[in-house]
């Protein structure tokens, strides 16, 4: 408990200003859906993705959906941690399986926001990595980390396991990212930047713009250390995902592509990004569409800068990966597109070339930043929620 001890008052600011944004929007959404008839809770736990996570934590894998066009929806698509979780807590606690889903996902928000701020803190120092924390609370989507989805739990485990790849803890990195794996299909990124990481201390590379960070702030290797803790952290970090696809291929009778095929069951795919830009493109036939299409066209450019940004800055290769993945993955898929703001939640190191800007801003300014971002992203999931698509 000593060794927590000082890592967690270090974190405390960012904790408790992440728990304040959170219970903002929770607080807004409350009375927003109380004025439009609606339940918060209903909202939260058992709409969209959540509904389909806990009927696989209730009955299983094999439950699909037939709809007129032929498109079928198999619960498959959904990987299992979040479930099994849920199942779990229903088992030792009078919480419905959905509430249980909430549970997770409100502690591992938590985890979520302490691993941001561990890896920041190791990368750029603390007030940066307070600053990284909350403009991760207030994101617009920012509403999400608080339902029975698995974005809070997928990013917990993924920013721990950089976060041991950063401090040279492989077989801690391979696990956690092994249950990433289990988490979401995203989950190759955490493995990606587990194996780049690992390849490039094996052959003693060091991109040169890391030098400074290694240099820094890794720990120095001990006399003699030896190369099976890295070798096993490798092994370990792929089976999540590997092990579940070629279940769901086993499970379907189609082979390691099953999985991709339940995806087109949903549409889903990655076809490099041409869907999107046709749904892009699509915006641009009337006016009061054609400003939807610039705003998403803006986005998309905001985020591609930030990306180039955190490149030239420095930042460490395993998450520059990470990042890279996370954002080829949203961008790239062929469906739910007015979903990309939420797959995009995870690359949280896009948020760094910002962090760094409001921390040189005197502590009142960023406050006052923050606070007003705060109110607005709170305004606008509380709007997201009770409109009529999925978020």
Known sequence: MNDLAAPLRRAAPALLGYAAVRALGLVVLAVWSAARGKSAHTLLTARWDALWYTRVADLGYGYEVRLPNGDVHSNLAFFPLLPWLERLIHAISPLSYADGGLMVSVLASLAAAWGIFAVVELVYGGRVAVCAVLLWAVLPVGIVQSMAYSESLFTALAAWSLYAVLTGRWVTAGTLALLAGLTRPVGLAVVAAVWVAGITSFTGFTPRAEASFVR????????????????????????????????????????????????????????????????????????????????????????????????????????????????????????????????????????????????????????????????????????????????
């Open 216 to 391: 820094d702030r890794s720990p120095a290797p001990a006399p003699g250390a030896r190369i099976w803790p890295r070798a096993l952290g490798m092994a370990i970090a792929p089976l999540g995902a590997a092990g579940y696809v070629l279940w769901v291929g086993h499970r379907t009778g189609k082979g390691p592509f099953g999985y991709l095929d339940v995806q087109a069951g949903w549409r889903n795919g990655f076809d490099g990004g041409a869907a999107f830009a046709r749904f892009v493109g699509d915006k641009f036939t009337s006016f009061p569409s054609a400003l939807a299409g610039v705003g998403l066209i803006v986005g998309v450019g905001l985020v591609l800068w930030l990306y180039v940004v955190g490149v030239r800055q420095g930042q460490p290769l395993p998450l520059l990966v990470y990042t890279g993945v996370v954002t080829a993955l949203a961008l790239c898929a062929s469906s739910y597109f007015g979903s990309k703001p939420r797959l995009l939640m995870p690359a949280f190191p896009l948020l760094l070339p910002l962090a760094l800007a409001l921390a040189r801003l005197r502590t009142s300014r960023s406050a006052w930043v923050v606070g007003g971002v705060a109110a607005a992203s709170a305004v606008y999931g509380a709007f997201w929620l009770n409109g009529s698509g999925p978020p």
